[in-house]
């Protein structure tokens, strides 16, 4: 089993809908973090969070550290917002281990 | 924008030949990071650096080495390439170590 699990694997919506991402993980951790990787491969920090939740525009992260589990947030989703997103965890004096990422397709 | 570049952007190279590609940043951060990423595998750390000439292996480290003589610089080089070293490579730098992360643009690497 991983260290960090996404999910889903794939997910396709059509614009205007309300977007989840789920990320488990199975060790206790210092924070996660959240990033986007665009269709042509740069990837974008977008949140490192420890507790509670933060907000950026129509991008929400919560995290709960006893349940081990974070969860990215779309609202108003857009083609634009197609992208894989990843997380990672981070535990202190380590390093990142990242998931396999979620293939996210928004469709007009 | 992290002022982070990576040269080459791609390259295509042939089986036992050498490597060396080089992550540029602008920022004096101090933590750099090597990193490939594959289909079905998450990205996975090969080097890191925490200083000039300070530099540890990560979970994929065989088969490649670093050097970190200036902070702005950190060069990956695989020795005798190999077709399974054929990915995609990122550089990473973060203001302290494995705080939030920021990422170069990525180097396709091709090796036939």
């Known amino acids: 089993k991983n260290e960090v699990e996404q999910s889903p694997q794939n997910l396709t919506a059509q614009e205007g809908e309300f977007i989840t991402i789920n990320c488990s993980y199975s060790?206790?951790?210092?924070?996660l973090h959240w990033l986007q990787q665009h269709p042509g491969g740069g990837i974008v920090s977008l949140f490192m969070?420890?507790?509670g939740k933060k907000k950026h525009g129509r991008l929400i992260a919560t995290i709960n550290i006893q349940e081990k589990h974070s969860s990215l947030h779309i609202t108003a989703s857009h083609p634009r917002d197609s992208a894989v997103y990843i997380c990672?965890?981070?535990?202190?004096?380590?390093?990142?281990?990242f998931g396999e990422g979620t293939q996210l397709t928004v469709n007009p | 924008d992290a002022g982070i570049t990576q040269s080459p952007r791609h390259k295509v190279t042939e089986t036992g030949t050498p490597v060396t590609l080089r992550c540029h940043q602008t920022?004096?951060?101090?933590?750099m990071y090597w990193y490939r990423q594959d289909p079905g595998h998450g990205l996975r750390l090969i080097h890191y650096?925490?200083?000039?000439?300070?530099?540890d292996k990560g979970e994929v480290s065989d088969g490649y080495s670093v050097s970190r003589s200036k902070t702005e610089d950190f060069l990956l080089t695989l020795e005798s390439a190999t077709s399974s070293q054929t990915s995609v490579y990122f550089c990473?730098?973060?203001?302290?170590?494995?705080?939030?992360?920021?990422f170069g643009p990525g180097t396709r690497l091709t090796v036939t």
């Open positions: 060790v206790g951790i210092s924070a």
């Open positions: 920022e004096n951060h101090r933590y």
């Open positions: 969070l420890s507790s």
């Open positions: 990473a730098i973060s203001v302290g170590h494995s705080y939030e992360q920021y």
């Open positions: 990672a965890s981070y535990r202190s004096g380590s390093r990142l281990t």
């Open positions: 650096s925490y200083g000039v000439k300070d530099t």
